[in-house]
């Protein structure tokens, strides 16, 4: 690819652009303050200048962060809608729930990925992907204003996703489930194998790796 002066784009070179917040429209601020309290997210920020008060929240273990408040936007209440990506939706679902939040049954899509987007009656399947694929199963939540939270299980990344010198875990929980994850795998391993692997610390980081990255799983 060529740009405008006829380099190439790869002579150019990137840097890291790391997304930090998304703009959440509101009709009342303390009202989705006291929701978004709530679902247990940190409060950052709540701060007034002038006529202006913003206000922002992080979502446990997410690296971008929420901001809403007063003549912050002229965008539509209610008009947003967002990702929220986990690695046991049960578990996630469950959490919000008992934190007093109304969300709506897991489900996956009867065929690729276009049942998300359309009407709850167009395509969902109740219950998570039958075959546990990563990426499959949903689950959804709104809050005082209509602004939608889509909830999305990920367990194996999709390559390239994620750089392999970039691998983290957001919380403990979120690290034992991925061992228990390479647990079973690896018991399935030594079952193929016949025998007792001694090397299993090596293989548990193996496999915790990529499929955080989407690279190849071991066998």
Known sequence: ????????????????MNLEVVLVPVSDTDRAKEFYERAGWR??????????????FTPPGSSCSIQFGTNLTA????????????????????ALIARGIDVGEVYHCDSGF????????????????PDGTSYGSF??????????????????????????????????????????RASQAH????????????NWPDWYALYMVSEQ???????
């Open 1 to 16: 690819m060529q740009t405008e002066k006829g380099s190439s784009s790869a002579a150019v070179g990137y840097i890291d």
């Open 114 to 129: 276009v049942c998300r987007f359309e009407p709850a009656a167009a395509g969902r399947i109740a219950g998570r992907s």
């Open 213 to 219: 990255t989407g690279g190849e799983l071991p066998a």
């Open 43 to 56: 409060l950052d920020v709540d701060r007034v200048v002038g006529t202006r008060r913003l206000i922002q």
């Open 139 to 180: 689950a959804s939540f709104s809050d005082p204003d209509g602004n939608t939270w889509l909830i999305q299980e990920v367990t194996t990344r999709i390559a390239g996703r994620i750089r392999p010198g970039e691998v983290s875990f957001t919380s403990a929980d979120d690290l034992a489930r991925a061992l228990r």
């Open 187 to 198: 018991g399935e391993h030594e079952r193929r194998i016949g025998a007792a692997d001694p």
């Open 75 to 94: 965008r539509a209440p209610g008009s947003a809608e967002l990702y929220l990506i986990v690695s046991d939706i049960e578990a996630a679902r469950a």
